[in-house]
């Protein structure tokens, strides 16, 4: 069964205060995996796809790296604007495509 | 970029009424819909996925006769909670995209609704 584990589930930070976000993830064939941002009471806002193990993206404060069996997502010396829940996702060749979320990192930077 | 426009971003109604929510992809084709429900402090619980041409596939334990999807073109998706109750009261969320432009040469990722608060009463 296809799975998708985040952790931590909250992460306090302190301005400046560098951290990753983890993403692991169990599901046959593979065909993408994505980040997205997530506000209260929005809908989920997509950040980066990642197709393959090594593979790295980058986005002002944010970088998104993937191996097989998990994701990071580097946040460099956030600020409070970054506070916001972050979901992984991964969606697979078979099954119609379906995209599986995880349950999410709620991350607070405070200044 | 591509956008996706939800509607309404909240309704409340009585139990036992229908209540459909609309979802339009501007400037893009959506040949993949997806619809999820979220409740607090929780992730998005997808419901059910649709692909051009083809019905809807439904997630284990979501009853497809009370959820009605109805991805009428390719700009256009619907769902259609039909006698609704309290507990059918959530966050309601759509998403959409080409799948085939999900590949490894592309950056493409779905694109989301901004979310339909529903509240039976």
């Known amino acids: 069964e296809d799975q998708v584990t985040q952790s931590p589930e909250a992460l306090r930070l302190q301005e400046g205060e560098s951290s990753s976000l983890n993403c692991s993830y169990t599901v046959s064939g593979l065909r993408g995996l994505f980040w997205y941002r997530q506000d209260p009471g929005k809908g989920p806002e997509f950040l980066f796809t990642l197709y393959s193990a090594g593979e790295e993206k980058e986005k002002e404060r944010l970088k998104a790296t993937l191996t097989k069996k998990e994701s990071f997502l580097h946040i460099t010396a956030p600020k409070p604007e970054d506070s916001a829940t972050y979901l992984c996702?991964?969606?697979?060749?078979?099954?119609?495509?379906?995209?599986?979320f995880g349950q999410g990192t709620e991350l607070s930077v405070k200044p | 970029g591509a956008v996706v426009s939800q509607h309404p971003s909240w309704v409340i109604c009585k139990s036992g009424t229908s209540v459909k929510i609309e979802c339009r992809s501007l400037d893009f084709q959506a040949t993949t819909m997806f619809w999820y429900r979220q409740f607090p402090k929780q992730s998005l619980m997808l419901m059910a996925t649709s692909n051009e041409g083809s019905k809807a596939t439904y997630e284990q334990g979501v009853e497809k006769d009370k959820f009605l999807i109805n991805h009428a073109s390719l700009t256009l998706s619907t769902l259609t909670v039909t006698s609704a109750h309290p507990e059918d009261s959530s966050f309601y969320i759509c998403g959409g995209g080409d799948r085939a432009l999900v590949r490894p040469d592309s950056s493409y990722g779905y694109t989301f609704g901004s979310g339909t608060r529903l509240t039976v009463v």
């Open positions: 996702a991964v969606t697979h060749y078979n099954q119609g495509g379906k995209l599986i």
